[in-house]
């Protein structure tokens, strides 16, 4: 009977959603690694979306001021939209552009960092405080009693997702680890010219860095900074497995990454916005995402593990 039940409600929803087109806006600012990243996974879910069509316009842009940022959001609420999947930074006018979007009956769904002060419909993403600590958790178990301190790398403090990761990556070290000082490079953008100045003063202010843990990107740079100084990094937690960070693993020059399944975001945030067009039934889930941990050895499908070395 329950079965029957579900059979009847898929039928309905592909009845709701059959010569549907949604004309959605992604907006994000984020290094190019990634925002190819997000539309990489937006074409690979197209066809899991049918019988809706999904069209997209991509308005990316690495860094610059918020009243840029505000122009587009206001664009597109002049223009319409069926929805904007947006990845901002934390801010007032940020925020008041979100209303204005909603108020034109433009839905938004926030992706990988939050605005919860806005009137965005929902957040797709993971629980960022959980992945800070459980990079807490695994940098304190690989360094184990091996003295130095930790680098801690942000891309703009303004991102909310960033924040709350700093925030329980900071407690759960202040808890198990209280000895290790945490030093702090921010406002890189993620970009790899700015990263890498910033991390060569930090680590010539302090010789005794030892590991990193990589909220916000630019890995590459930071690396490179390890490099040019002769120093060794021990443990490297990074997020997200970009082009780069895939390379790295590989490599060893990351000891793990927090991943989440960026496919499986892309398509809850697109099925956000078809459910505030009512084409899709309301199920009443609104869970974070998982936290994979991945090693060299547990790459997602897809990706091939390295050849076995030893």
């Not at 100045?197 to 590991?211: I, K, N, Q």
């Not at 309301?282 to 997602?300: E, R």
């Amino acid at each position: 009977m329950r079965q029957a039940i579900k059979d009847l409600d898929r039928q309905r929803t592909q009845v709701r959603l059959g010569g549907r087109t949604f004309m959605i806006d992604i907006v994000m600012q984020a290094p190019q690694r990634f925002s190819a990243a997000v539309r990489e996974a937006l074409e690979a879910e197209l066809p899991s979306l049918r019988p809706a069509v999904v069209r997209s316009r991509f308005h990316f842009r690495q860094t610059g001021p918020s009243v840029d940022l505000v122009a587009t959001l206001d664009k597109i609420a002049k223009r319409g939209s069926q929805g904007v999947i947006l990845k901002a930074p934390d801010l007032p006018e940020v925020g008041a552009a979100v209303g204005r979007l909603v108020e034109a009956g433009i839905p938004v769904v926030t992706l990988v960092t939050d605005l919860p002060s806005s009137a965005r419909m929902a957040y797709v993403g993971i629980d960022n405080r959980a992945a800070g600590a459980t990079a807490a958790y695994l940098l304190g178990q690989w360094l184990g009693s091996r003295p130095g301190n930790v680098l801690t790398t942000i891309s703009r403090g303004s991102f909310r997702g960033e924040e709350e990761r700093e925030m329980g990556f900071r407690g759960a070290m202040r808890v198990a680890h209280p000895q290790r000082s945490l030093v702090e490079v921010t406002d890189s953008d993620g970009l790899d010219a700015t990263q890498r100045d910033l991390v060569l003063e930090a680590l010539e202010r302090d010789e005794s860095m030892v590991a990193v843990y990589s909220m916000g990107g630019g890995n590459l740079a930071t690396l490179d900074a390890f490099d040019a100084l002769g120093r060794t990094c021990a443990v490297f937690i990074a997020h997200d497995l970009d082009h780069d960070n895939t390379r790295l693993l590989r490599e060893r020059r990351l000891s793990a990454v927090l991943h989440h399944d960026l496919r499986q975001d892309v398509r809850r945030a697109c099925q956000s916005v078809m459910r505030a067009h009512k084409a899709l039934p309301d199920d009443g889930l609104s869970l974070p995402s998982a936290i994979q941990v991945v090693t060299p050895y547990n790459m997602p499908p897809g990706i091939s593990p390295p050849p076995f070395t030893g």
